[in-house]
């Protein structure tokens, strides 16, 4: 099984910037797109960024993603902080996973990590 782990959430004021981070572990997985999603208070999960395996990243405005192959960690700097993005950001992560010599996909999600900025 891969465990997918966000880290990096808290309270932040308006303008400021913060980086988040999610974190792959596991035996013998291969990852090929990582997506980060947000879901602000009573309201739908949405997608704020994706970066496919081939390195081109894809990001929505004030967010950055960069990604650690070696650490299979990817992190999500967000700029200019605005109290709308304020909610909890998930990160979505998929892949191979070799089992006894076959290659399985996976599709993990973490638990989340709290984003909530002040005016």
């Known amino acids: 099984q891969v465990q997918v782990v966000e880290s990096g959430g808290g309270l932040v004021q308006a303008g400021g910037s913060l980086r988040l981070s999610c974190s792959a572990s596991?035996?013998?997985?291969?990852?090929?797109?990582v997506d980060w999603y947000r879901q602000p208070p009573e309201k739908q999960r949405e997608w704020v960024a994706g970066?496919?395996?081939s390195g081109v990243s894809s990001v929505k405005g004030r967010f950055t993603d960069s990604r650690d192959n070696a650490k299979n960690v990817v992190n999500l700097e967000i700029d200019s902080l605005k109290p709308e993005d304020t909610g909890t950001y998930y990160c979505?992560?998929?892949?191979?996973?070799?089992?006894?010599?076959?290659?399985?996909?996976?599709?993990?999600w973490g638990q989340g990590t709290q984003v909530t900025v002040s005016t």
């Open positions: 979505n992560v998929r892949g191979l996973r070799d089992i006894r010599g076959t290659l399985h996909p996976f599709d993990e």
């Open positions: 970066m496919p395996g």
């Open positions: 596991g035996s013998s997985f291969s990852i090929d797109h």
